[in-house]
């Protein structure tokens, strides 16, 4: 097995990564974003995301939900 699976710092990352897309889908469900607010809150989440596994770090995630409550807030 990769180190890079037995890492628990990747697996945090991973875990606020999915946590990001729970919080997309219920701004979605709510009706208070529409799909430029979603593609714009996707475009940030997945990336960050990515490179925290690849930096194996949960901090860029971290900085995407921190992102993600700034769009969700600019929408109320």
Partial sequence: ??????????WFGL???ALGLVYIRSMSAS??????HIA????????????GVVLRSP???AA????LVFINITLT
Avoid: D, K, Q, Y
């Fill in 1 to 10: 097995m990769s180190s890079r699976l037995r890492n628990r710092h990747v």
């Fill in 59 to 61: 901090w860029p995630s």
């Fill in 15 to 17: 875990l606020l990564g």
């Fill in 64 to 67: 995407a939900l921190v992102v």
């Fill in 31 to 36: 009706g208070l974003a529409e799909l430029p």
């Fill in 40 to 51: 714009a809150a996707l475009t940030v989440l997945i990336p960050l995301t990515m490179f």
